[in-house]
């Protein structure tokens, strides 16, 4: 007799630990393969944030004129 007939996997309730562990460990790898991948990642997750930032602010100050030179510089 299968006690587990209908029920979810037991996988199921530590899928947010399995992701986390599997996120971690592709990084690690990509860590070995390329020691400046990190350094990189922080330049474009900073530039990302300034655009953000900057485009945040000109839309509170209600200028157009501001957008189209974000829009060249992206």
């Given at each position: 007799m299968?006690?587990?007939v209908g029920r979810k996997p037991q996988t199921s309730a530590n899928?947010?630990?399995f992701l986390?562990?599997?996120t971690t460990s592709r990084l690690l790898d990509?860590?070995?393969d390329d020691n400046r991948a990190i350094?990189?990642?922080?330049s474009?997750?900073?530039k990302?944030?300034?655009w953000l930032l900057a485009r945040h602010a000109a839309a509170e100050a209600g200028r157009p004129e501001a957008d189209k030179r974000?829009?060249?510089a992206a």
């Open positions: 299968r006690r587990n899928l947010p630990a986390h562990i599997t990509v860590l070995r350094f990189r990642a922080a474009a997750a900073s990302a944030a300034d974000l829009r060249r």
